[in-house]
């Protein structure tokens, strides 16, 4: 089975420094890797997804990911964050298991302060 | 486009009530449908998912069911709710080929009291 685990449950950081989100997955087949973002009683938003090709990932609002196959992670980044990036950011694994639903990490709260 | 519809937003339901939760999607056909249930620190846990009418597979036991009488909608229900029910629902879908991402409901906020 496929899992992630985000190494991070809450990340403080000042508007406009840089910011890294981890996760490292598990699975012993090919995986395809997600990270959402969910703002306060919302659903939850694709930022970017690593199906195959190119390791380097970029999403909406600015943010990427690396797919780092020998670390078994899947980092996110953000070169300067804004205020209202604060919100809740999960980590997802997809594989043929379970209809191709989707494991998610336990999440990290980002929060952005000025 | 495709959108996925859930309501209601918020519920607030006696111990021992009935539930039932409504999804549909639209603009899409065959999808994979998933019910997931978010607790506070926990993530989001995986209850339900279906490949198709009438397939549901359950993911962990509980005192909830799920059933997919349409090919596009998805159901979520209990016969007797249980304080520890409560938590935020999130229904989705992706595409049948799957690998893909899936995509999300804006949730319902369910509290048994």
């Known amino acids: 089975a496929q899992s992630v685990t985000q190494l991070d449950s809450q990340v403080p950081v000042f508007e406009e420094a840089p910011v890294e989100l981890r996760c490292n997955y598990s699975s012993s087949v090919s995986v395809y890797l997600f990270w959402y973002v969910q703002y306060p009683n919302q659903g939850l938003q694709l930022l970017l997804k690593?199906?195959?090709?190119?390791?380097l990932v970029k999403g909406i609002n600015g943010f990427e990911a690396e797919f780092n196959k020998s670390q078994t992670s899947f980092h996110l980044r953000k070169p300067s964050v804004h205020i209202s990036d604060t919100a809740e950011y999960f980590c997802?694994?997809?594989?043929?298991?379970?209809?191709?639903?989707?494991?998610f990490g336990k999440g990290t709260s980002l929060l952005v302060t000025p | 486009s495709q959108t996925i519809h859930q309501w209601p937003a918020t519920l607030v339901q006696p111990v021992g009530s009935p539930l039932s939760l409504e999804c549909t999607v639209e603009g899409t056909s065959n999808p994979n449908l998933y019910w997931y249930r978010q607790a506070a620190g926990r993530g989001l846990q995986l209850l339900f998912y279906s490949v198709g009418i009438g397939q549901i597979s359950s993911e962990v036991p509980q005192n909830l069911s799920a059933s997919r009488p349409q090919d596009r909608q998805f159901i979520l229900s209990s016969k007797k709710l249980l304080l520890s029910d409560s938590g935020f629902y999130l229904c989705?879908?992706?595409?049948?080929?799957?690998?893909?991402?899936?995509?999300f409901g804006q949730g319902t906020r369910l509290t048994v009291v």
């Open positions: 989705a879908w992706s595409a049948s080929t799957g690998g893909g991402e899936a995509f």
């Open positions: 690593y199906l195959s090709g190119s390791t």
């Open positions: 997802a694994v997809s594989g043929i298991n379970s209809g191709y639903a989707l494991n």
